[in-house]
């Protein structure tokens, strides 16, 4: 099975700030990646598909890159409503496998 | 509106079965692959299984294959999951995903969950 590696695993941040987070696959994935938000006691939702691809309804600030190997979410100007759970995904093999998880805190 | 929505979840003993359904609504059933994801207490996300249009070809986690079964009733738009032999480590939020395919996979619209918790 693909193995997703995310850094950081958390990290805390301020209103206004430029966050990254990132996913690597133990082998190529193409482009197969997916980025999801969850919230306390809520359902995840999709953010970013085919790594780059806003899902509609997301806001901009949400972006997806990717460099070699290196799956990157960037939120450009945190927002209160940004503070959550953030997973990648990746959707290239079954099985699917997420990455572990960075909780975006505020500092 | 897409709706999905579980039902099924409960206290279950180690060893027992439980079957989970996700009514779905608000969207053409049989144009999505749908998925069940889980979560357990303060963990990460865990997928589980899937199951084609037709319901045709199914995939599954290491963790569940063999004892989990995914399924679908296309006249009824649900999707079902039958969980045999249960461990505590099947303790767990459980959530239906449908799946649409642009390119890419997504999981464009989750239910609300249904937990499911094993112990004696």
């Known amino acids: 099975a693909i193995q997703m590696t995310q850094s950081p695993s958390s990290l805390s941040a301020s209103v206004g700030d430029r966050v990254s987070i990132t996913c690597r696959a133990s082998?190529?994935?193409?482009?197969?990646l997916g980025w999801y938000q969850q919230k306390p006691g809520k359902a995840p939702k999709v953010l970013i598909y085919?790594?780059?691809s806003l899902q509609s309804g997301v806001p901009s600030r949400f972006s997806g890159s990717v460099s070699g190997a290196d799956f990157t979410l960037t939120i450009s100007g945190l927002q209160p409503e940004d503070f959550a759970t953030y997973y990648c995904?990746?959707?290239?093999?079954?099985?699917?496998?997420f990455g572990p998880g960075t909780k975006v805190e505020t500092k | 509106q897409v709706q999905l929505v579980e039902s099924g979840g409960g206290v279950v003993q180690p060893g027992r079965s439980v079957r989970l359904s996700c009514a779905a609504s608000?969207?053409?059933?049989?144009?999505?692959?749908m998925h069940w994801v889980r979560q357990a207490p303060d963990r990460g996300l865990e997928w589980v299984a899937v199951i084609s249009l037709d319901g045709s070809i199914e995939s599954y986690a290491d963790s569940v294959k063999g004892r989990f079964t995914i399924s679908r009733d296309n006249s009824k738009n649900t999707l079902s999951l039958q969980m045999n032999s249960l461990t505590v480590e099947d303790t767990a939020m459980y959530f239906c995903?449908?799946?649409?395919?642009?390119?890419?996979?997504?999981?464009?619209?989750w239910g609300q969950g249904t937990l499911v918790t094993v112990s004696s």
């Open positions: 085919g790594a780059s």
């Open positions: 995904l990746q959707g290239h093999n079954y099985p699917l496998t």
């Open positions: 082998q190529g994935i193409r482009n197969d």
């Open positions: 608000g969207f053409t059933f049989t144009n999505h692959a």
């Open positions: 995903a449908r799946e649409t395919y642009w390119d890419h996979l997504q999981f464009d619209y």
